[in-house]
Structures are given as structure tokens and as C-alpha cells.
T-cell receptor, first 110, second 115 residues
């Protein structure tokens, strides 16, 4: 079953604009992770935010977490064509693995 | 190698055949996971190994699916009597500990097509 749900399912913006993706989840968490996937193959870890953190930055990425609303957002600033990919949030990760949402497909138009 | 390696990258097989998918994790990573990803969906957990033992195989869809990791490194996912519904990308991921608190390193996956 899929715990996280990303919103929107698809997003198309112009290069240089900011892209915001949201994720909602159902159960309590210890942390939440964001991954990127190019061309439907391997996933690349972007950032992990712990349940006691509200915001985290990594380069052009900014992640927020609101445990009271069971939601997280991923902001990519100054988008580039190379940011075109699918983005997934994931929770869990213990013995029963990570639980992913369906992802947001981001297209950056040059 | 520098990352998780999965072979083959693509596999086409006939319905009813047996297939094996291989995963070479990052050296020293004790945790190894298999996931399956259908088109338009996120990856779904299949099985978790900690060392040589399958710590959790609750995600395997049925008894046609089996995975081994005999020496605590390379893992093989085995599917018997393949069905068209088994068509998907099978992803392997490894990490130094469970994925709960550390980043998971994914391979490029094996795209399995059952015709």
C-alpha cells in the first residue's frame, strides 16, 4: 500500500521558476525522505528530514515538514532543465522498507 | 563498483518461464531491499535482507517470488511461472543500516516484460 500521496501528479514550469511539490502521509513517522527518479529507473536520495525538524535546506532544495498536518513540501528554486524528473516522498524504511507515494512528474521547459 | 549494480537491465520472457534478477549492493552495506515499480506508481516493498537472512519478506506478492542472499552480499530475486502482471521495474537498494534513518542507494533497476 502507498502511504504518501504527492500533489500535484504533474507539474510543468519554465526554467528559472520555482517548483513546489507536496506530500501527505497517514501514519506517524520518525522521518520523511525525498527521492528523484529520472526516466523511470534508479532513484536518487535528495534529503531526509526528521520528525523533530520543521525545515531543511540542501543547495537549491528546501523541505518542510508539518507533523500536525502529516504533510511535507519540496521546493526547488531556480529550476533547470536537468531537474526534469519524478519526485517521490517516502516514509518508514525499517524492516518493511520505504513506503512511497505515486510521485510528482516535474517538467522544466527551457 | 561505486554503486548498486543490477543485471540484466532489461529482460523479456514468455509467460510461464522462470527468471532471475541479480543485485550487487555497495560493498559493506548490510541492508538490502527489493522493490517493484509499476508504470505510474511509486516503488513497492518486496523483501528486506539484513546480512544473509530475509528479515522481512511480507511484501512478496505470492509464493512464485523468492529471493536469496547466501553470502550477505549479492542477492537474487527469483520469479517462477511468470505472469504478464509481473511486468514491472524491479529495483534493488542497499544501505549501511535499515532505510529508516539512512539514505537508500538504488540500482538502475531491471525492467521485466512478460509476453
Amino acid at each position: 500500500s502507498q502511504q504518501g500521496e504527492e500533489d500535484p501528479q504533474a507539474l510543468s514550469i519554465q526554467e528559472g521558476e520555482n517548483a513546489t511539490m507536496n506530500c501527505s502521509y497517514k501514519t506517524s513517522i520518525n522521518n520523511l525522505q525525498w527521492y528523484r527518479q529520472n526516466s523511470g529507473r534508479g532513484l536518487v536520495h535528495l534529503i531526509l528530514i526528521r520528525s523533530n525538524e520543521r525545515e531543511k535546506h540542501s543547495g537549491r532544495l528546501r523541505v518542510t515538514l508539518d507533523t500536525s498536518k502529516k504533510s511535507s513540501s519540496l521546493l526547488i528554486t531556480a529550476s533547470r532543465a536537468a531537474d526534469t524528473a519524478s519526485y517521490f516522498c517516502a516514509t518508514g524504511g525499517g524492516a518493511d522498507g520505504l513506503t512511497f507515494g505515486k510521485g510528482t512528474h516535474l517538467i522544466i521547459q527551457p | 563498483g561505486a554503486g548498486v549494480s543490477q543485471t540484466p537491465s532489461n529482460k523479456v520472457t514468455e509467460k510461464g518461464k522462470y527468471v532471475e534478477l541479480r543485485c550487487d549492493p555497495i560493498s559493506g552495506h548490510t541492508a538490502l531491499y527489493w522493490y517493484r515499480q509499476s508504470l505510474g506508481q511509486g516503488p513497492e516493498f518486496l523483501i528486506y535482507f539484513q546480512g544473509t537472512g530475509a528479515a522481512d519478506d511480507s511484501g512478496l506478492p505470492n509464493d512464485r517470488f523468492f529471493a536469496v542472499r547466501p553470502e550477505g552480499s549479492v542477492s537474487t530475486l527469483k520469479i517462477q511461472r511468470t505472469e504478464r502482471g509481473d511486468s514491472a521495474v524491479y529495483l534493488c537498494a542497499s544501505s549501511q543500516a535499515g532505510h529508516g534513518n539512512t539514505e537508500a542507494f538504488f540500482g538502475q533497476g531491471t525492467r521485466l516484460t512478460v509476453v
